[in-house]
């Protein structure tokens, strides 16, 4: 029997990376049976973690295969800034490579040999975690959970610094534009992720994207169809490692589809109101897991909503004018925050709820659109189920996707795709008013069939294809598993 090999997930503790994470580990697993897999969860008390690894520790329906280990957390780590990520995989990495050579690799005397380690699968922000793998002796590959248009513009901007000199912090006028390999239009300075704007910040970015080309391979979360022009310039350039786009990796389970704060009480209402709408007739808000949004912009929202004439189902997470930070629990007192009578107006027409069940929502045949914050998973999850998205980014590197969605693939409508959100701050660079929410709900809405929602079916189309045997990503999968063997046998 041919030994098996072992690969070593190590995952940013965060929702929107650990949740891809154990989708990629599933989808390896499954296209080779002499691979096993163990995700190394670093003890993260805040958010979800916790209940969605016990969780997962108790799905029966994931191949035994895959190994969970949480790590023991550690004392006096403290998330007060927004380089805390950074400062975790630091401090995790003597702790990762004695639990790997102690309950991995094991002692000399007790090793197996049907199995070996071939490898480390890192999150894009786990870079450092290469430096443990050194160590150790085995390759690297990162797993980078957003799409390859990012990645270019991380490692363009990289190159610029380190070769030619040219910071990109320097610049102060947000017009500024940038010819960006992969992108087919002028890329504004003011839709890069806030990072690229601070010299700290983009320090901090500069590093990984240096780590990065230390890698033996970059898994993405993306497939061609979708970024073939960045594919191809990241592919050509040969001091990039060899990209694999893998996706979509997303969590297509509608019971535990990162709707863990909704009860099953509340779910089950969720789906018979959907049940009760006319098709594609309802609008779907979300602004993700850390998206909200401040009591003045609350209430454009709803007079924009209102305005628009159109059904809704809105997951508001709001922010109280003294910036104190809310858990998912206290957005539940709406009538605060919404303006007079807007509930008894719209009770007809309209639903707002605190955290939503966002796959189960977004398959439903009721919803007709998503405003989004454009995260990745957010993206891919709504072109798989072909539903056309309105862009009002928050935060990281969702601007970019907006601009991605909205002027390079023309698979959204803009509602505002310069807008930020300051989670530190607690606080956002603009108040977008209800026209502009009712003018970007509009054009995905109205008209019938009209140019974004046909392109998003189209991509609908391209997206599920790309997973399945004879589709682009299927063989991209196969590509890195045959590398892990290759290389393993050397």
């Not at 594609?280 to 949004?293: D, T």
């Not at 914050?373 to 189920?385: K, M, P, R, V």
Request: charged share 25%; proline share 6%; glycine share 8%.
């Amino acid at each position: 029997m041919e030994a098996t090999r072992e690969l070593i997930f190590i995952p940013l503790p965060a929702m929107g990376h650990l949740n891809p994470a154990v989708e990629m580990a599933k989808r390896t697993v499954e296209r080779e049976g002499r691979i096993s897999i163990t995700m190394l969860i670093i003890a993260f008390p805040f958010d979800k973690i916790s209940s969605y690894i016990q969780t997962l520790a108790a799905d029966a329906s994931i191949d035994k295969r895959i190994k969970f280990l949480v790590l023991p957390e550690l004392e006096n780590l403290i998330n007060n800034s927004e380089t805390f990520y950074f400062q975790l995989v630091d401090a995790y990495k003597p702790v990762v490579k004695k639990i790997v050579q102690d309950r991995v690799i094991g002692p000399e005397s007790t090793r197996s040999n049907s199995a070996s380690i071939c490898g480390f699968v890192v999150d894009m922000i786990c870079a450092g975690m290469m430096d443990v793998a050194k160590e150790l002796n085995v390759p690297s590959y990162v797993f980078f959970t957003s799409g390859v248009a990012l990645l270019g513009l991380m490692l363009h901007l990289q190159t610029l610094r380190d070769d030619h000199g040219v910071d990109v912090t320097e610049f102060n006028d947000p017009d500024t534009e940038l010819d960006i390999p992969g992108f087919r239009n002028p890329v504004p300075l003011k839709v890069l992720p806030s990072g690229f704007a601070d010299k700290s910040a983009c320090t901090l970015i500069f590093n990984l994207a240096r780590s990065y080309r230390k890698a033996r391979g970059i898994l993405v979360n993306t497939f061609m169809e979708l970024e073939s022009d960045a594919i191809r310039s990241l592919s050509e350039d040969a001091g990039i490692p060899p990209i694999y786009p893998v996706g979509p990796i997303i969590n297509l389970n509608l019971q535990n589809d990162g709707g863990a704060g909704v009860s099953p009480d509340e779910r089950d209402s969720i789906s018979r109101w959907l049940d009760s709408q006319p098709p594609s007739s309802v609008v779907f808000l979300c602004f993700g897991s850390k998206g909200s949004i401040e009591v003045d912009q609350v209430r454009e929202v709803a007079d924009g909503l209102e305005r628009s004439g159109h059904r809704f189902l809105w997951s508001l997470r709001w922010l109280p004018a003294n910036g104190e930070k809310l858990t998912p629990r206290e957005y539940d007192d709406f009538e605060g925050v919404l303006p007079n009578g807007f509930s008894d107006r719209t009770a007809s027409v309209g639903r707002v709820i605190g955290w939503a069940p966002q796959v189960s929502v977004l398959s439903h045949p009721a919803v007709g659109s998503f405003v989004s914050h454009c995260g990745w998973n957010s993206l891919l999850e709504s072109l798989w189920f072909g539903v056309p998205m309105a862009a009002w980014p928050m935060y990281a590197e969702q601007q970019l996707n907006a601009f991605k969605l909205v002027v390079e693939w023309g698979l959204a409508a803009g509602i505002r795709i310069d807008y930020v959100w300051d989670a530190w701050k607690k606080s956002s660079n603009v108040v977008v008013k209800a026209e502009e929410i009712e003018r970007g709900i509009r054009r995905v809405m109205d008209g019938g069939e009209n140019e974004v929602r046909n392109k998003v079916k189209q991509m609908r189309e391209m997206i599920r294809k790309s997973a399945v045997e004879g589709g682009s990503s299927y063989a991209w999968l196969g590509d890195f598993v045959e590398d892990i063997f290759e290389n393993s046998m050397k």
